[in-house]
Structure formats: C-alpha cells, structure tokens
C-alpha cells in the first residue's frame, strides 16, 4: 500500500499521482509545497504555512486540514499515508554559498 512496489516496477504515472494529489491538497489551503522526495522511509513531503504571502490566522488549522485531507484523497489511490504536523517559529530562506543554495524552513 505504498509506491514501493510501483517504484521498482519503474510504474512513474503511481508517483506523479501521489505528488499532485499532495501538491494541490496543499495549494488548496495555500500552502507551500517544501519539497517531495522519495528515498529509504519512502515519499517524504514537507509542506508549510506561514510564511510570507502564505500566512493566516488559521494556519495550524490549515495544515491539520491538509494532513487529513492527503490521507482521505490517497486512500483513493490505494496509498496509504501518515502525516504529521508541527507549529512554532523557524527558519525560513536560503541556505548554502550564493552559487549554490535553496530555501529552507527549518524549526
């Protein structure tokens, strides 16, 4: 019940599926979108509220929302996905040497 299996069968339209459901789960709320990788713990997301231009007084509210709500539309798929949210105050910018850097939230 996770991409795994899709993975080594080189099944790629099973990966982009999970990454746009999880994209516009986020946009939805008008989150960020961090980061989406896949690696040994499987596809790891890290998405954000709270930053400028994407701030609200609902933002721990919106990110529970979306939680749930990537779990409820990758049931759909037949992916099972486990969420977790954090709130507090962090980092957010670039990271790295001026020819070699990404932004980062980090807290």
Do not use: W
Request: glycine share 10%; hydrophobic share 45%.
């Amino acid at each position: 019940r996770n991409l795994d299996d899709a993975l080594l069968k080189g099944d790629l339209d099973k990966v982009q599926t999970c990454f746009l459901t999880i994209k516009l789960c986020v946009e939805d709320k008008r989150g960020m979108l961090r980061q989406f990788i896949v690696d040994d713990k499987g596809v790891v997301a890290i998405a954000f509220f709270g930053v400028r231009g994407h701030s609200f007084e609902d933002n721990e509210y919106r990110a529970a929302h979306v939680a749930l709500a990537i779990v409820s539309a990758l049931k759909r798929y037949d992916l099972q996905a486990k969420c977790g949210v954090t709130v507090g105050v962090g980092f957010c910018g670039l990271v790295g040497a001026p020819n070699r850097c990404e932004y980062a939230v980090m807290g």
